[in-house]
């Protein structure tokens, strides 16, 4: 049975769960606190790299899954080998193939190569400069308590990682090591820091109504920057420190229209929650609050910090303390067209996305722009920039049958640009492939020109 490897939905962004990442073996990375989600690094219901891999194997024909990432190694081949030593235990071995370098080691012995000498024998001797491997395993120690211990670059021992699931009847609680935990930044430069311990604990997922979230993170070491230019500042809030952080916000859903009839009569869809042609609106609002003791409090003192916010925040340098809270809120509006059951363009489906990252700000700025309008004063085109939120924009167009392609963009609204107003400052694009069989399952291809990385994985329960 597929396995989820985060028990929790954070479906709003704003929270630091692990996300896709084809930047290193295990497949996985968190963002830095406080930064915004790249885009393409997905979150929410997934199973571990491991199962993804051993799925794409037995039901998908692929015994090689691809990645991409500029910054690394090139594109790299994965396979990985799945032992069920009990009914409650397995083990993984995982492979990595480096493409480039392989490419350049047969151009190496071929040009080199000496009479009588067999190529292929030198090759083999060289194999573990083009592959990585790594090992696995997970416990399903009771039905609702898992654990999971892998570790990558073996040859080396320098990546490993150990992760906890508790599912109790109301919360879930996750509990981590990673040695070193990676993060990315919103300028997607990836950075290891060389001890992360973290714990979690959310309200379960729901559609609609309260939720909540309570994390502690330890972070260890000097953080040094994976695979990027050394010049790149490292980010405060990854510096040695713990932090303590908790998030609480309610979130309401409104469809405008529905339309449950015209189906196609003993048809199954190729994705259930895709089903239905609707126009949409979620809004989420939200409080969080975080504190911070070491070098990693010094964010909060950072100036540009404190103007993108109007928050609440404490800086005791001499103490190394930090304490911060604010406000947020986002609002989602979706419109579908189709039922996603016939073989061609029976889905069109477009999203925006309006975030708020910064409630007090935006209550100011919103507070001044009524005072201009009331006064007749000219608005400050600052004020503007604080009530502009942030945009993202989707749009999801069945090709034939269970393919569709997908675009998602972020849109930039800066009011002091004469020449863009408007501007998308990043885009993606993926092929999803709707497993019809589980119901609400896809394997998704993608490719981001910014960031030069690209992947494929299994996302499962996204609408």
């Known amino acids: 049975m597929l396995r989820q490897m985060r028990w929790m939905t954070d479906r709003e962004g704003r929270w630091e769960l692990d996300l896709e990442s084809p930047a290193t073996m295990e497949g996985t990375a968190r963002p830095v606190p406080g930064d915004p989600l790249p885009l393409g690094l997905s979150r929410g219901p997934r199973v571990t790299r491991t199962k993804q891999l051993d799925f794409f194997h037995r039901f998908m024909a692929s015994p090689l899954v691809p990645t991409f990432s500029a910054s690394r ?17 397995s083990f993984t071995i995982l492979e990595q193939l480096h493409v480039q370098k392989l490419v350049a080691a047969v151009k190496d012995k071929l040009s080199s190569r000496q009479e009588g000498v067999p190529w292929s024998n030198d090759l ?42 508790h599912k109790f009847p109301q919360q879930n ?3 981590a090591a990673s040695w070193p935990g990676l993060f990315v930044d919103k300028q997607g430069v990836y950075w290891d820091v060389p001890l992360s ?30 695979g990027g230019d050394e010049t790149n500042e490292v980010p405060l809030a990854l510096l040695p420190g713990l932090c303590a952080k908790a998030a609480m916000s309610l ?9 449950k009839e015209d189906k196609l009569k003993m048809v199954q869809p190729y994705d259930v929650f895709l089903s239905d ?92 722009l009524a005072q201009d309008f009331f006064f007749s004063r000219r608005p400050d085109l ?36 004469e020449e863009h107003f408007v501007r998308v400052d990043d885009s993606v694009f993926a092929i999803d492939w709707a497993l019809k069989v589980l119901g609400s399952a ?5 490719y981001s020109p910014k960031h030069q990385e690209a992947m494929v994985e299994l996302r499962f329960l996204e609408a």
């Open 382 to 417: 600052e004020t503007f920039c604080d009530v502009c939120p942030d945009v993202i924009v989707s749009l999801q167009q069945q090709i034939v049958g269970p393919f569709s392609f997908r675009v998602e963009s972020s849109v930039a609204i800066d009011p002091r640009s």
């Open 442 to 446: 896809k394997a998704t291809a993608w």
């Open 124 to 165: 083999k001797r060289h194999l573990h400069q083009v592959m990585s491997l790594g090992v696995g395993t997970e416990l399903l120690i009771t039905p609702d308590t898992t654990l999971l211990l892998e570790l990558y670059n073996i040859k080396k021992g320098d990546r490993g990682k150990a992760i906890i699931h």
């Open 251 to 259: 979130k309401k859903s409104i469809d405008v229209w529905r339309k």
């Open 277 to 368: 042609p609707h126009v949409s609106f979620t809004g989420i609002v939200g409080a969080v609050a975080s504190g911070s003791f070491g070098d990693c409090s010094k964010r909060i003192s950072v100036p540009e910090e404190t103007r993108k916010s109007n928050a609440f925040r404490v800086f005791h340098e001499r103490n190394k303390f930090a304490a911060f809270a604010d406000l947020f809120a986002s609002v989602n509006f979706t419109a579908q067209h189709g039922n996603f059951q016939r073989l061609f363009l029976d889905l069109t489906r477009v999203s925006a996305r309006f975030d708020i990252s910064s409630g007090s700000l935006f209550l100011r700025g919103a507070s001044r």
């Open 197 to 226: 311990l973290s714990a979690d604990l959310a309200s379960a997922g729901s559609s609609s109504g309260f939720s909540y979230h309570l994390l502690l993170q330890q972070n260890s070491g000097e953080p040094k920057c994976f």
């Open 173 to 175: 609680l996750t509990l």
């Open 73 to 89: 190694a090139g594109l790299s081949l994965h396979h990985a080998h799945l032992f069920h030593l009990a009914q409650n235990w």
